[in-house]
């Protein structure tokens, strides 16, 4: 069963647009990790969410956690060649003990 | 630290040959996790062990995987007899001191059953 959708699974932009990936689920996570991944290489963590309603900032990079701790979304502006790559959301369920993984969103941002 | 050490980095094989992959840990973490990565079905978690105890293997798809950790700076993956259908990235990852703190993750060992 998987716990974490994310949309949309592809995404090609053209560099300097804007765009968000989303991160949902019905459980209630005690924190959330995205993490990007390059062509041949193991993911890669970029933020940690813990706090219902936080936001985060990584350059252009903003990252959001839902009030209620079930979704998050990840927010790009004036997207980058170097920013193509699997963006992937990982959920910290109580109880589980361990990381589940999202779907992915495979973004490529074209020159 | 260099990291999370996995080996080969590709294998190709034949259905039906045995296939081992390999990992190092970061030293001093704890929890050492498998995963394996398809376009079909992501990144999906075999196993994970903690203090070289094996915690959870509801991931391991079937009896011809196995997994071992006889130190904290080795482990297995052990896949007997192999099939078409296991051809995958599969990862290799660790953490510190709880199973869903940040994982660092081995660049992965291509695998390719023919």
């Known amino acids: 069963t998987q716990l974490l959708e994310q949309s949309p699974q592809f995404l090609s932009i053209q560099e300097g647009e804007n765009l968000t990936v989303y991160c949902n689920s019905s459980s209630v996570f005690s924190s959330l990790q995205w993490y990007r991944q390059e062509p041949g290489e193991g993911p890669v963590l970029l933020v940690t969410?813990?706090?219902?309603?936080e936001v985060k900032k990584l350059k252009r990079l903003t990252f959001q956690f839902g009030d209620a701790r079930k979704d998050s979304s990840l927010h790009i502006t004036a997207a980058q060649p170097g920013d193509t790559g699997l963006y992937l959301c990982?959920?910290?369920?109580?109880?589980?003990?361990?990381?589940?993984f999202g779907t992915g969103t495979r973004l490529l941002v074209s020159p | 630290d260099a990291g999370v050490i996995q080996s080969p980095r590709h294998e190709v094989t034949e259905m039906g040959q045995e296939v081992t992959l390999r990992c190092k840990p970061i030293s001093g973490h704890d929890y050492l996790f498998w995963y394996r990565q398809t376009m079909m079905r992501g990144l999906e978690l075999l196993i994970y062990f903690n203090n070289n105890v094996p915690i959870d293997d509801s991931g391991m798809p079937e009896d011809r995987f196995s997994a071992k950790m006889p130190n904290a700076s080795f482990s297995t993956l052990k896949i007997q007899p192999s099939e078409p259908r296991d051809s995958a990235v599969y990862f290799c990852a660790s953490s510190l001191r709880r199973p869903d703190n940040e994982q660092f993750f081995g660049p992965g060992t291509r695998l390719t059953v023919l």
């Open positions: 990982a959920g910290a369920v109580a109880g589980f003990q361990k990381l589940v």
């Open positions: 969410v813990v706090t219902g309603g």
